[in-house]
């Protein structure tokens, strides 16, 4: 099931096709897809980046904007992102006002929606975007241990997942495709996360990845600390742990 990167230290994986057996598929079908989260890779520096060749680019948390920046300009393929709790409040952006906006105070409520972050880079963090070929819904941040943005109870995390569902399921009314990825900082509680209360996953990961079933689940946050990780299931979605950077083909 795994593959070769050509660059030390990642790891790859095709999910739902073999290695040998899609050689022509993947020239044809495979969307190959770099992950990042929380690490910066710096084996992805000095050009060599461009050799991984992905169509799309996901992160999930907790890296500089312009470690992500750097990743979007060299590549030129989509960055979709999303939020880690070390990020900081990316929901609104007033300091993109100027003078002139106060003229048109009907569109004060749409600038003041605008979303902030790395440029170049798409915050999908309760959305869902369709890019490369894919569906990909996203949802940042982690369970709330302190002070700060981008931390939420198991409740409030719930309540997002149930309208990040409700926008899956509204966009999928036209075009009845499937989302193909779901990224989060976070993991499942119980699938992959950690035991401490910074590190714990949200219960409604699993139901939302039950309701959506994704073929893949993306998310950082648990540092695995120079072991490899391990990927797990919930049903037919397979669950990633993308802390530093994986290649993944699907
Ligand atoms: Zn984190």
Request: aromatic share 6%.
């Amino acid at each position: 099931m795994a593959c070769g990167t050509g660059l030390k230290g990642g790891q790859a994986a095709h999910i739902g096709f073999s290695c040998e057996g899609a050689k022509q598929d993947r020239e044809s079908l495979l969307v190959r897809i770099l992950a990042v989260a929380d690490e910066v890779d710096e084996a992805l520096y000095y050009e060599r980046v461009r050799r991984l060749q992905p169509d799309l680019v996901v992160a999930c948390g907790d890296l500089p904007f312009d470690y992500l920046e750097y990743l979007v300009t060299m590549l030129n393929v989509p960055l979709l992102f999303v939020p880690g709790n070390h990020d900081p409040d990316l929901r609104a952006k007033p300091e993109t006002l100027g003078a002139e906006d106060f003229t048109r105070p009907f569109l004060l409520g749409s600038l003041r929606r605008e979303r902030a972050g790395p440029l170049g880079c798409v915050n999908i963090d309760g959305r869902v975007v369709d890019a490369a070929g894919l569906r990909v819904a996203g949802l940042g941040g982690s369970i709330r241990y302190r002070q700060g943005p981008n931390q939420y109870s198991q409740r409030q995390m719930g309540a997002r997942a149930v309208a990040l569902e409700l926008r899956i399921r509204r966009k999928g009314l036209w075009d009845r495709r499937p989302v193909d990825i779901l990224a989060t900082h976070s993991a499942p509680l119980g699938v992959g996360d950690g035991d401490d209360s910074t590190h714990r996953g949200f219960s409604s990961f699993l139901r939302l990845t039950a309701r959506v079933r994704p073929k893949l689940l993306l998310h950082g946050h648990v540092h695995p600390y120079g072991r490899l990780t391990q990927r797990r299931q919930i049903g037919g979605t397979t669950v990633v742990n993308v802390v530093g950077r994986h290649m993944l083909d699907i």
